[in-house]
């Protein structure tokens, strides 16, 4: 079964009374352990499409099956649990919370799940070291540089076990050295049978995708 299946999906926004396609029948298929990237100016309409591969919104027409559920027969509790339990989120800004530790904001994701506290900090710490950062655990934010607080990012992305991993400009805030490493994590997550999908504007990071595809005016105009 496909990770993510998106057929003919059309996203239409109503601005001030005025119609605006955001998406334009785009069709894409996310298969276990994927490695994507999707690239384009802004407004080409890559962001709409990566909220709707998360389940963060709904297609106006066409069909999204995440995790082979059709997102269209879901209620608002069925959408969220299907995005605890399948998709993990990773953003350029991080969206820390600053007053609170590193392990406490990777367990974060599992309160929802009504995981105990003893579960969440053992599965956290877990995860910290999973992503090098075993030593940070009792940290905050403003302790950590940027490097360190995408690890925890994806630390806290990854601690409910997702299928897919959808990473906004995971790098747009890092310096090269810095933003490399975290890509090689990432790729470590597909060897691992995980789909990774990362919205990017550089070149050099969709280059190491496996897959590449370019939107423009809401539509996928070339794929390679």
């Given at each position: 079964?496909?990770?993510i299946e998106a057929t003919d999906v059309s996203r239409t926004y109503e601005l001030d009374g005025v ?96 995981a105990g506290r003893r579960e969440r900090r053992d599965r956290a710490a877990a995860m910290l070291d ?49 933003g490399s490493s975290v890509l090689s994590l990432l790729e470590s997550l597909v060897d691992e049978g ?31």
């Amino acid at each position: 079964m496909s990770a993510i299946e998106a057929t003919d999906v059309s996203r239409t926004y109503e601005l001030d009374g005025v119609s605006v396609q955001a998406l334009r029948g785009v069709s894409l298929t996310v298969e276990p352990g994927d490695y994507l990237a999707i690239i384009g100016t802004s407004g080409s309409g890559k962001s709409t499409l990566m909220h709707l591969l998360g389940g963060l919104d709904r297609p106006t027409g066409g069909t999204l099956l995440i995790g082979g559920r059709d997102v269209a027969r879901l209620t608002p509790n069925e959408m969220a649990e299907l995005r605890n339990t399948t998709i993990g989120f990773v953003f350029q800004s991080f969206h820390l919370l600053a007053r609170t530790t590193a392990q406490d904001n990777v367990g974060l994701p599992l309160v929802y799940r009504g995981a105990g506290r003893r579960e969440r900090r053992d599965r956290a710490a877990a995860m910290l070291d999973r992503v090098g950062l075993g030593h940070r655990i009792t940290h905050r934010p403003n302790q950590m540089s940027g490097g360190e607080q995408q690890r925890v990012a994806i630390a806290r992305a990854l601690v409910t076990g997702p299928s897919v991993l959808l990473a906004d400009e995971p790098t747009g805030n890092l310096d090269s050295a810095t933003g490399s490493s975290v890509l090689s994590l990432l790729e470590s997550l597909v060897d691992e049978g995980v789909a990774v999908v990362l919205v990017t504007h550089d070149r050099d990071v969709a280059a190491r995708a496996h897959r590449q595809i370019r939107m423009k005016d809401g539509r996928i105009v070339e794929t390679r």
